[in-house]
């Protein structure tokens, strides 16, 4: 099986070892000495470790921004009475989204450069293609030309969603606190929304007396958008470190230890096996085509896609499911109720996420969860629209049982995109092949993009039906996709295997030792 290992190995002879029993007093004394100042020493790394850790979480929210720079492109196209009204809205909402997904399938490619020229440009470069696509979109008028926007976006900013988790995995050194690491995203992401108060208040605070303005409403926010990417952007330049070991220091590094353990088990002993290093060049990383030939990584993925299709295609359709009446097989929620409510249950099950995903994964691993949680969807969508309408003669009630389900959903989103990156920084043999691996989890995001085509399927067929036939039959497709979804689930293995997920000769070692014994004597 594989995944991350650290070995610990003596280099005193096991039959010496009784020599070492009685130490002076004054070699304790200076060993206490010694650990003190060990102690001492680890201080700045740690402090640098936290320093590189917060770097990449802001790192993260400049990709919450940007996707939260949507709200004001669809104010100007969507007038406030039918914000989340109909399917129309929910329709072009959701093209936007898809543009936006298509163009986040770009972080394949952006992994697989990760592992070639470091994390660290392939960032920079990201922060600052988000900082130009932000002030670009303000000068988008109409559906093409927001559309078009849309997707550059998406292409620029999955380099954050793949540096960021790839470089989370590369500085956490237990699995406990990986699992720690990653839990917080969520809550980070919900940090995003900053991004469109900040637009908001840029944009009342300027006139909008000059031509420009007139000529460009959304103009105003977008510069705020891109003038706090800029801002990350230009500390991370600064501040950020590569996390990538290099792979010539690597092994320069790895050949001075290695010879440094291999004189030592030679010396005083000329009649036993001389132990000699034998140096192998480092492999390319493993390439895309030798991933996706595994069999366990590609149910993985086909599990997460499915269950990205389901949950982006409820967040499209929640305007219209949502602002819909309980006897029609909605939710019943207030238009200008539904917004403050989504952002917070999003915050509640951040902590809900961060409390109970590391724990979990502690006592029972990852596999357990992520199943429970993939079983939870189907029944969610099922039980949602019944409930609705059974209390559909008290509102509160009704109100309830909504927000309950839209935490529920979101809670279960969240734990399952944890536990789905979890799964898939197992899923690499080393470092060096970690960018790749995350750069495939962006598949996924053809499959959000499809979100598109429910949506749309309903838009068209909305004339010919009721609004209470057609919401029970999104109802029911969710719930299809969810049980589609929960049975790969229980096909999901935990970490790949050899032989039968990657073949013994795409995994070597760097260098090894070689025995030979002496029998002159």
């Not at 070597?508 to 002496?518: G, K, L, S, Y």
Request: glycine fraction near 8%; hydrophobic fraction near 50%.
């Amino acid at each position: 099986m594989l995944g991350f290992h650290r070995r610990t190995r003596s280099l005193i002879p096991v039959k010496d070892l009784g020599k070492y029993d009685k130490v002076e007093m004054i070699e304790e004394e200076r060993g206490l000495d010694d650990e003190v100042d060990c102690e001492m020493g680890m201080e700045a790394p740690a402090k640098t470790h936290q320093k590189q850790l917060t770097l990449i979480y802001i790192i993260f929210l400049a990709e919450a921004i940007m996707v939260s720079s949507l709200q004001p492109q669809l104010k100007m196209l969507i007038s406030n009475d039918d914000f989340c009204g109909n399917l129309s809205t929910s329709y072009l909402r959701s093209v936007l989204d898809c543009a936006y997904a298509l163009g986040g399938t770009a972080g394949i490619f952006w992994g697989y450069l990760a592992d070639r020229v470091g994390r660290r440009p392939v960032a920079l470069m990201g922060l600052f293609g988000m900082s130009t696509c932000c002030l670009s979109m303000g000068f988008a008028t109409d559906v093409v030309s927001c559309t078009i926007f849309r997707f550059i976006a998406g292409l620029v900013s999955s380099t954050v969603m793949v540096t960021t988790l790839t470089m989370i995995g590369d500085i956490s050194v237990s699995h406990t606190e990986r699992a720690r690491n990653v839990a917080r995203l969520p809550l980070i992401a919900l940090c995003g929304s900053v991004g469109p108060i900040i637009q908001g208040m840029v944009a009342g605070s300027i006139k909008a007396s000059g031509a420009i303005w007139q000529r460009f409403p959304t103009l105003s926010s977008q510069i705020a958008c891109g003038s706090l990417v800029l801002v990350i952007a230009v500390t991370t330049c600064v501040m950020l470190e590569e996390t990538l070991p290099m792979q010539s220091q690597s092994s320069s590094n790895t050949v001075d230890i290695d010879s440094e353990k291999a004189a030592f088990l030679n010396a005083g002993h000329l009649n036993e096996p001389c132990i000699r290093v034998v140096d192998f060049v480092r492999p390319e990383p493993i390439s895309i085509n030798q991933f996706i030939q595994a069999p366990s990584l590609l149910v993985l993925l086909s599990s997460f896609s499915l269950l990205s299709l389901h949950a982006s295609t409820f967040d499209v359709l929640l305007p219209h499911l949502g602002h819909s009446s309980t006897q029609h097989g909605g939710m019943g929620i207030p238009c200008s109720w539904l917004g403050f409510i989504v952002l917070v249950v999003r915050g509640i099950a951040g902590v809900v996420i961060l409390r109970t995903i590391p724990q979990a994964v502690e006592k029972v691993g990852l596999l357990r969860p992520y199943r429970s949680i993939s079983l939870l969807f189907p029944s969610l969508y099922s039980i949602t629209p019944l409930l609705a309408a059974l209390v559909a003669c008290s509102p509160i009630f009704t109100a309830l049982i909504s927000t309950v389900a839209i935490f529920v959903k979101h809670a279960l989103t969240g734990g399952a995109s944890v536990l789905v990156a979890l799964l898939m920084l197992n899923a690499t043999p080393d470092a060096f092949s970690a960018g790749t691996v995350i750069g495939l989890m962006q598949v996924a995001s053809l499959f959000k993009a499809l979100a598109v085509a429910v949506s749309g399927a309903s838009f068209y067929l909305s004339s010919d039906f009721s609004v209470a036939t057609t919401n029970y039959a999104l109802w029911t497709i969710l719930a299809l996709f969810g049980a589609v979804g929960a049975a790969l689930a229980w096909f999901v293995r935990e970490r790949p295997s050899v032989e039968r997920d990657f073949p013994s000769e795409v995994l070597c070692w760097e260098t090894c030792f070689d025995a030979e014994r002496n029998l002159e004597a």
